[in-house]
């Protein structure tokens, strides 16, 4: 881990991942949008409705994982000190915060004519709700302190208090009575997904994960960039 | 013990004490974390007067919509105890019999339950029409639906 | 393509649910690039004005000491 911790080791093999990520992004979200509104079947019982699936689903991985990977960032930033750590965590956190709410949206948008409701407040879609205003609180302890060290520091305290909170959205469908239906795919049986929609699910959730490596790639080039801007620009003040 | 070593417990005890207080308080709440009750537990342990949720799957053959046209009674059951419902307005496109329901209403000493809304509920199975119908045709076909549906 | 557009009734769910997904997915790609070339050229105007001590190669952040902090880390995980 410490060999990626030296920021200009980490660019390099950033700057050569950044081509394949780009192409592989638009190559799987690409082929994945080709499947799920032309290649794929409507369901039996959902009808066209299922196709919301194909983003609603992705974007909900994509939440809780860049959530994840965000405590993890913020436990190296906590523990180890990792110099990339806070600007990974701060680079991620807005990509995770629009994941989260359009996975509410979205949600909202398949429940009115499957449901019959825009909303219930059951241990799913409250706990969702948790996720998106703890991904806008990390962002804001982010951005509210003068000196920056101490909002990273807030932040990262936020982000592993919350993590709590990504067991509690997986298992609330099997814990509670709850509306939202309980696992289709990661679950012990197996997935109770046909074939015909399981692939483009899986090819739409690989897009959506290298849509997020590629942006994350960029946003933090963006932010060690910018410290370095804030230290010339310091040093130039003092040496005028 | 070195200052990141100190570091490291410290965090990982802070997160086992969130852990455990997050799970006292949510089993704490357990009501009101629930969204609805079942046919079993509600004859169990009746509330008049407030409104609670109650859910299950709607009994085969139970459905009868009234003269008024905008009526409609039902049964809803947990294949152990069933419930009757009475409830006046339009139903969700997936309502049917053998279709899980939750409905928020209030449960009457007489044991009807009048529901103000009514929900549709779908299992996790994802499958085109042909392969639905295969399975029907087969006779692998369980109208109370594999899964989701069982844990009522 | 009638149709397909209508969804089976169901386009005013599906169509925006697609809509907005795109719509932040571009956006925040359009955001994110336009922040890194303004970040590209704050630093280029900055290095173009102060006297070249040594040529830059790479972007590094100046936090505290770059230069010794990859060895105190270093340091301190090979002592506990």
Known sequence: MHRFANPARFLRIANALLPWLTVGTVACLGIGLYMALFASPPDYQQGETVRIMYVHVPSAWMALFIYVFIAIASACSLIWRHPLA?????AASPIGAGFAFLTLVTGSLW????WGTWWVWDARLTSMLVLFFLYLGHMALMGAFEEQSRGYRAAAVLALVGVINIPIIKFSVDWWSTLHQPASVIRLDGPTIDPSMLWPLLIMGLGFKLFFATLLIVRMK?????????ALSLAQLRNA | MTRKTRRLYFVVAGLLLLGGAGALVLTALGDYVTLFRSPTELLAEPTYEREIQLGGLVEEDSVERHEDGVSVVFRITDLQ???????TGILPDLFREGQGVVTAGTYYPDGTFVAREVLAKHDETYMPREVAD????SGQWR????HGQESY | MEEFLNMGGYAVYVWPSYGLTAL???????????????????LAELEAKR????????????TAQPQTAPTQTAQESSSS
């Open chain 2, 134 to 137: 295969a399975l029907k045709a």
């Open chain 1, 86 to 90: 806070d600007v990974a965590a701060k």
């Open chain 1, 111 to 114: 429940g009115e004519p499957m």
């Open chain 2, 143 to 146: 109208p109370d639906g594999e």
């Open chain 2, 81 to 87: 105890e069933s419930v009757p419902v009475r409830y």
């Open chain 3, 24 to 42: 932040f997915m571009i956006a925040l790609t359009l955001s994110s690039l336009h922040t890194l070339s303004k970040r590209k050229r704050q």
């Open chain 1, 222 to 230: 963006s932010e060690l960039m910018a410290a370095r801007v804030r």
């Open chain 3, 51 to 62: 006297p070249p001590r040594r040529a830059p190669r790479t972007a590094q952040p100046q």
